[in-house]
């Protein structure tokens, strides 16, 4: 259960914030002598149970929104809310805590610990929040089957297809039951229909479970698999054709 001064995620019935809120976020990074600006005044709401992809060609500022959605990197200026909760005055410490229970990452190149088990990699989230191993074994287990990866926990990254890896890294961003799950790239070291496999598991999870899906990609055909899109260019947006409200 999350716990702390994050909003509850209202799947008892009850209100709750939106899981995202950025409202004027701007980013900008030094290059030498010049100033790069990746993002400029993007204003977005991400609401409860969306499957949306963030499109944009290459330079357009995806990434670097991602890391902000994330709460990798924080923006220059703007405000960054999540779960109802303001990150500009969080700590370090604090800002860590939301990234590993709040947020599920899904990396293009799987980021797996390649001497880690299939089992210990889903895992070592829950060891980060002070479960005990075997706690944590059994829920990565768990999580392990709901991919379809159940006889393969003992098995190393080295071990598995590119598919079975992107599993593995689908199960670890939701073995905490986070409020957004961000994935970025996640076909893009795969082959058509092994993504194909990893998109239709997305959307098993987004259904099944009202996840909420952010997918960034410069793949048309990964992006119509989403319900709407937000479209970047110059690190502005441009288009924002998701269903129901456009955010503030």
């Known amino acids: 259960m999350n716990s702390g001064p994050f909003a509850k995620s209202g799947q008892d019935g009850a209100w709750a914030p939106p899981v995202l809120d950025l409202n004027r976020v701007c980013k900008s990074y030094k290059r030498g002598s010049h100033e790069v600006r990746a993002l400029a005044d993007v204003?977005?709401?991400v609401r409860r149970g969306e499957f949306t992809a963030v499109i944009g060609p290459s330079g357009s500022g995806k990434s670097?929104?991602?890391?902000?959605?994330?709460?990798l990197d924080?923006?220059?200026s703007g405000m960054v809310s999540l779960d109802g909760r303001d990150t500009s005055g969080m700590s370090g410490r604090e800002l860590a805590r939301a990234r590993n229970s709040?947020?599920?990452f899904v990396f293009q190149s799987?980021?797996?610990?390649p001497r880690f088990s299939a089992l210990d990699n889903v895992a070592l989230p829950?060891?980060?929040?002070g479960r005990k191993r075997g706690d944590a074994r059994r829920a990565a287990g768990e999580a392990l089957a709901s991919v379809g990866l159940a006889a393969r926990g003992l098995h190393r990254p080295s071990e598995l297809s590119g598919g079975e890896c992107q599993r593995v890294a689908i199960a670890r961003a939701m073995v905490m039951g986070p409020s957004l799950v961000l994935a970025d790239e996640p076909t893009g070291n795969l082959d058509m229909k092994t993504g194909q496999g990893v998109l239709d598991l997305l959307?098993?999870?987004h259904l099944g479970r009202n996840s909420t899906i952010i997918v960034v990609t410069h793949d048309p055909a990964v992006a119509a698999r989403c319900e709407g899109s937000i479209r970047l260019e110059d690190g502005v947006v441009v288009a924002d054709d998701r269903p129901g409200d456009k955010g503030t």
């Open 74 to 76: 924080g923006p220059t």
């Open 102 to 104: 709040r947020i599920g």
């Open 126 to 129: 829950l060891l980060y929040a």
């Open 64 to 71: 670097t929104l991602l890391h902000v959605m994330g709460l």
């Open 43 to 45: 204003s977005l709401t």
């Open 203 to 205: 959307e098993e999870l």
């Open 110 to 113: 799987f980021h797996l610990l």
